[in-house]
């Protein structure tokens, strides 16, 4: 089968020297967030930014500095509690569809001791991780539903 593997990248930080209304900047510092649950996307995705940015200095004369912060390899939920909060979601006539995500959160750390799922729950908008963010109360209703549906039959 042939599967489309994508990975985004979010500029979230930019700073500008000396940050003044009608100067050109002599210096910005961008902070780059790459995700994705492919490391050769990853990978190539990096080396494209990296190729762009030798390409666009070599062009302007300009130079241009790399600093790596992190480097967390995507990390693979447990296909058995994904299907689990599926099952918990249909049980309940839920609304509710498999994801792939990025997102890494608390379910990084613990995905390498147990098992481990993650339950996103619909925002306004599909806005998230902005503060226009907003979910609803029956949103959060159902997402904790999904939770405590899978759990009670875990316990069983």
Do not use: W
């Not at 210096?27 to 649950?37: K, P, S």
């Amino acid at each position: 089968m042939n599967r489309f593997v994508a990975s985004v990248a979010t500029v979230g930080v930019i700073t500008n020297h000396p940050n003044a209304l009608n100067v050109i900047p002599g210096e910005v510092e961008l902070g780059i967030d790459m995700r994705g649950i492919d490391v050769a996307s990853l990978d190539r995705m990096e080396a494209r930014l990296k190729a762009a940015c030798t390409r666009i200095c070599e062009k302007r004369r300009l130079k241009y500095f790399r600093e790596k912060t992190s480097d967390i390899p995507p990390i693979e939920m447990s296909s058995e509690t994904q299907q689990k909060l599926l099952d918990a979601a249909k049980r309940l006539r839920i609304p509710h569809r498999l994801m792939i995500s990025g997102a890494g959160h608390d379910a990084m750390s613990f995905a390498h001791i147990c098992d481990t799922g993650m339950v996103f729950i619909p925002c306004v908008k599909g806005i998230s991780h902005n503060k226009k963010e907003f979910a609803t109360i029956e949103s959060i209703l159902d997402g904790a539903m999904v939770m405590y549906e899978h759990l009670k039959e875990e316990a069983l």
